[in-house]
């Protein structure tokens, strides 16, 4: 619960980020979306302010900082208190399980996944947004992480370490894709999404539910 103190004082820096880098958004937004169909029973973890939730359609989310969730709610979210190791939610309820830059800040992530794991039917998708560890911007955050009020906490996670932990959860048919491939000060148009990864420094993992 340490790494929500950021945001709960700095959340109009964190509204801020999202309006100073509307392209940066718009592309990782995108990519997010390629997997979310929002005509199924979805749930974001780490909600936030709603900056993902509302504009793909997802009315519902867990999220521990009050005053996003003051936020989400203006936007007409049903952001519930909780966090990620110990969610308040129903076993087998949730046809996609959504978390975007959640992952490096939750205190532990492989609980973290085994929870989502929990409250999805057999065959649901869980749905990871993260900034890869090993590209551009991953080592500039990683390198810079005493100068961010956000960062200076996170973990940040590869890739392929995101792919062995959902196999290593019972999560099976991974795919990526991956969108940034310039840095954000130079990114001028919406960028497009490719799958795979290693190109692109904001990644999307989907895996499925097994048995």
Known sequence: ??????????????????????????????AVGYFIDSSKKVVEIGIGSGRFAEPLGIKEGVEPSYEMRKIAHKRGLNAEFGVAEQLPLEDNAYDQ??????????????????EMRRILKTGGEVIIGFVDRESPLG????????????????????????GDMLVHHGFSEIKFVQTLFSPLDEIYSVHGVKEGYGEGSFVVARGVKEE
């Open 1 to 30: 619960m340490a790494k929500i103190k950021s945001f709960e004082k700095y959340y109009q820096d964190y509204e801020n980020w999202f309006n100073k880098y509307p392209l940066v958004y718009q592309s990782e937004l995108k």
């Open 97 to 114: 399980a959504l978390m975007v830059t959640t992952i490096c800040f939750v205190d532990d992530p492989e609980t973290s996944l085994e």
């Open 139 to 162: 080592q500039r955050y990683q390198d810079h992480r005493d100068e961010s009020r956000f960062y200076s906490e996170a973990q940040f996670f590869s890739a392929d370490e995101i």
